[in-house]
């Protein structure tokens, strides 16, 4: 039974930068069959996949449109973690974050974290 | 605007059957990309009933099933309980967008 724990802080000011991060058990980071990747849920936007990253001999990373200029997902594989790093965040920002599990060559996220509101705002 | 459309509501008695569409196009359903869905209960993450258009994760009721046609796949419940209630979102892949992207959710209300 995979489990994500999510950490990170809840408010964030504008024009600094999100970070979280996504604790893994009951799977590996390194895992050839997952990727991991990162979700927000917003009222005016609803689900937003913002990216993802795996391995499969090497590192790879995907991320998505929206968020492609300001966004970094990285792998720590001494902690068995993933982190998010979203820069010069706006109010448009403020979103319910979930880490994820995606099955890869099936397409769909099968296991998410908590969820973590964060709030930009001075 | 989320990329896939889905009614924002639907509503049945206990027992009725619904159904929950979820419209996309030809970069995405229509080019044949799977059709995932996910129920959303209050204050919690999502979670997956439906993978690949057609199959039930291991134990999702039979009373839950997804079907597809063109550039549009559906969600169906049938024998409504009043767990149930909940959010339902639809969720495949887009060529165009390179990008996962989801439909902006149904609530269902079990009257």
Do not use: M
């Not at chain 1, 792998?75 to 010069?88: C, Y």
Request: charged share 15%; hydrophobic share 30%.
């Amino acid at each position: 039974q995979v489990q994500l724990q999510q950490s990170g802080p809840g408010l964030v000011k504008p024009s600094q930068t999100l970070s979280l991060t996504c604790t893994i058990s009951g799977d590996s980071v390194s895992s050839n069959s997952a990727a991991w990747t990162w979700i927000r849920q917003s009222p005016s936007r609803g689900l937003e996949w913002l990216g993802r990253t795996y391995y499969r001999s090497e590192w790879y990373d995907n991320y998505g449109v929206s968020v492609k200029s300001r966004i970094t997902i990285k792998a720590d594989t001494s902690k068995n973690q993933f982190s998010l790093d979203l820069i010069s965040v706006t109010p448009e920002d403020t979103a319910v974050y979930y880490c994820g599990r995606e099955v890869t060559d099936a397409y769909y996220f099968d296991s998410w974290g908590q969820g973590t509101l964060v709030t930009v705002s001075s | 605007q989320s990329v896939l459309t889905q009614p924002p509501s639907v509503s049945g008695a206990p027992g009725q059957r619904v159904t929950i569409s979820c419209t996309g196009s030809s970069s995405n359903i229509g080019a044949n990309y799977d059709v995932h869905w996910y129920q959303q209960l209050p204050g919690a993450a999502p979670k997956v009933l439906i993978y690949g258009d057609t199959n039930r994760l291991s134990g999702v009721p039979d009373r839950f099933s997804g079907s597809r046609s063109g550039t549009s796949a559906s969600l169906a419940i049938t024998g409504l309980q009043a767990e149930d209630e909940a959010d339902y979102y639809c969720q495949s892949y887009d060529n165009s967008l390179t990008d996962w992207v989801f439909g902006g959710g149904t609530k269902l209300t079990v009257l």
